[in-house]
């Protein structure tokens, strides 16, 4: 699937953002989802992953407790809903997809297949 990623900006300290990733193809409601991030200077890592059905969800413990991950398959599309901001929130953020048939973990960047552009996030303090 070819994967399109929105929705960043500038936000303050305890503020909310919602980013969306909308994916191309006819896939996407068999694709494992995943959200992964990349501050500067830093490697990207694993932020969210939600199944094809939206009934599991894992999230780093960085994140557990303000972001939450959903998924719309009639629109082809996956979400981060992101709240008490912090700086370190700071990054930009990837969707990625996968097959759900594929066994690798879901928090490991090579796992997944295919990889949106990208939207940033700045949190100001």
């Known amino acids: 699937v070819q994967l399109q990623a929105f929705g960043g900006g500038l936000v303050q300290a305890g503020g909310s953002l919602r980013v969306s990733c909308v994916a191309s193809?006819?896939?996407?409601?068999?694709?494992?989802m995943g959200w992964f991030r990349q501050a500067p200077g830093r490697e990207r890592e694993f932020v969210a992953s939600?199944?094809?059905?939206?009934?599991?969800?894992y999230y780093t413990d960085s994140v557990k407790g303000r972001f939450t991950i959903s998924r719309d398959n009639s629109k082809n599309t996956v979400y981060l809903q992101m709240s008490s901001l912090k700086p370190e929130d700071t990054a930009v953020y990837y969707c990625?997809?996968?097959?759900?048939?594929?066994?690798?973990?879901?928090?490991?960047?090579?796992?997944?297949?295919?990889w949106g552009q990208g939207t940033h996030l700045t949190v100001s303090s």
């Open positions: 193809g006819r896939t996407f409601s068999r694709c494992l």
């Open positions: 939600i199944s094809w059905n939206g009934g599991t969800t």
């Open positions: 990625a997809a996968r097959s759900s048939s594929y066994s690798g973990a879901y928090y490991l960047r090579t796992s997944y297949r295919d």
